[in-house]
């Protein structure tokens, strides 16, 4: 009787720590497929859109080489057919305007700061004699009026540049920002327009008076 427990107990004892054994379940994806829903719409403008802007935002003309480099990427990759030489062109013309105003800007500022500077330091020796003497080369102007005009000219004239500078610094941002929106607008061969003759009411007051007019009609 004891030889036939002792096979049963052990038969019992390994059933037991059989199902105490954790229960390995097989890993679950995190990506599930979903059969109804489609390829996600990607707006390529607008991503293109915000590199530029934050590019010219870094610096000026930087959005402009981004839609440049655009330019050759899609050359290459062949979704642009030939070379676009005056594309290309057009971009980096417009480059070489936001330099070259920014430059001319910039030295207009410094002129015009320079000048505004001389002729405070003159009159503010002429208030003080005690002040050591600039040395400005407008002692031969013994009207002090006229000097604080022009000192006030030179200071009006280095602000507008000033201003000048921060509106190109903002024109060269949305530039970058409206041309790389653009480069991926696309208006396919279903747009269409019809102008049709039409009646519209040319008086608002007495009534219905009608007119002879033209109406627009877009097809997109």
Same mark, same amino acid.
């Given at each position: ?22 229960? %390995? ?15 996600? @719409?990607?707006?390529?403008? *607008? ?16 959005? $402009? ?17 030939? *070379? ?5 062109? @057009? ?7 936001? @330099?070259?105003g920014g430059t001319i800007l910039v030295i ?37 009026? $006229?000097?604080?005009?022009? %000192?006030?000219?030179? *200071?009006?004239?280095? $602000? ?33 327009? %019809? ?10 007051? @007495? ?14």
């Amino acid at each position: 009787m004891r030889s036939l427990l002792i096979p049963i107990f052990c038969l019992l004892t390994f059933a037991t720590a059989k199902a105490q054994d954790p229960v %390995k379940k097989p890993p679950v994806s995190d990506s599930k497929l979903d059969t109804l829903d489609g390829p996600k @719409y990607i707006n390529k403008g *607008k991503i293109a859109g915000r590199k530029a802007f934050h590019r010219s935002l870094m610096f000026p003309g930087l959005g $402009q080489i981004y839609n440049y480099q655009l330019e050759v990427a899609d050359i290459k990759s062949g979704e642009q057919s030939g *070379k676009r030489v005056g594309q290309k062109i @057009y971009i980096l013309g417009k480059l070489a305007a936001i @330099y070259a105003g920014g430059t001319i800007l910039v030295i207009s500022y410094g002129d015009n700061r320079a000048e505004y500077k001389r002729f405070l330091a003159e009159l503010q020796y002429r208030a003080d004699p005690t002040l050591p003497n600039p040395n400005t080369g407008l002692a031969g102007y013994t009207n002090v009026d $006229q000097l604080t005009i022009a %000192k006030n000219i030179y *200071k009006r004239n280095s $602000q507008v540049v000033l201003i000048s500078l921060v509106g190109l610094y903002g024109v060269a941002a949305l530039d970058a920002y409206v041309a790389a929106r653009l480069k991926y607008f696309n208006v396919d061969e279903s747009l269409a327009f %019809k102008i049709s003759p039409s009646i519209i009411n040319s008086s608002t007051m @007495y009534g219905f008076v009608p007119a002879p007019a033209l109406k627009l009609t877009l097809k997109l």
